[in-house]
């Protein structure tokens, strides 16, 4: 059985045992979906743990600590909206390497959806973690339109 030629290469597509590096890929589509859900349940928890912070009026008595929690809250979500896309680009090419392979052994293939459509869980996630950095950019940035 001779294998399409793909960007994206292992031992088992080399050695031309295409069952194998199939269910190899779908182990790992988990793997980065399990770790896409925990890195999000720890961006949402961290975000609502500042934003209790800087509604509390201990921290608003300390302009420098109220201000160093929202440049806190954008580097926490700019950093999580870097590893979300890395992680997200990296799924989806596993994902066409699991089509690809899917074709070959005759299996059906995963549906996929562009990247950044809201109603897929890539595109979905790529939408919250903008509007979370949106929202710390615009936090930051209040300040200097009050009158």
């Known amino acids: 059985m001779q294998l399409p030629e793909s960007r994206v290469d292992t031992g088992a597509a080399l050695s031309g045992n295409a069952l194998d590096e199939y269910k190899h890929l779908g182990e790992d589509l988990r793997h980065y979906g399990i770790l896409r859900l925990a890195r999000l349940t720890l ?3 961290t975000t609502g743990a500042m934003v209790t912070a800087l509604a509390s009026e201990t921290v608003r008595e300390h302009p420098i600590v109220f201000a160093l929690l929202k440049v806190g809250g954008l580097v926490v979500a700019l950093t999580f909206a870097i590893m979300d896309y890395r992680s997200g680009a990296q799924w989806m ?3 066409q390497r699991s089509n690809v392979l899917a074709e070959v052994l005759g299996f059906e ?15 979905a996630s790529r939408v919250l973690h903008a509007f979370l950095v949106c929202g710390w950019i615009f936090a930051l940035l209040l300040p200097l339109f009050k009158r």
């Open 93 to 95: 090419r596993l994902q």
């Open 109 to 123: 293939t995963r549906p996929t959806a562009h990247v950044w459509n809201p109603l897929a869980s890539t595109g």
């Open 43 to 45: 961006l949402l928890g």
